[in-house]
């Protein structure tokens, strides 16, 4: 999994291979806030600390808010926590609800 975020005005690639069952698990409860709607900031400030757990603390929340266009911050946090529950369903042999 891999995100592009723009800092210092340089676009730096930042990629995370491992994926722990902790992980796992705020994905799930991510997934749940964001079917419930992302409606203050504390919550969007939930999802992006997610996202920055996600891939180890290699970039910030400052990073990731000010080097990510606002137009994909949903769609970038939604990707990501699809493709991992859809990845462990597929290891498992589960039908994936979303398709």
Known sequence: MEITLRIDGQEKT????????????KTLEIGKQLDNGVTDPQDLDKVVDYVVDLFGKQFTRDNFYDGLPA????STVVSMANGII??????????DPNS
């Open 71 to 74: 137009n994909k911050l949903v």
């Open 14 to 25: 930042f990629v995370t291979d491992f994926v722990s069952a902790r992980m796992f698990r």
């Open 86 to 95: 859809s990845e462990s369903n597929e290891k498992l042999g589960v039908d």
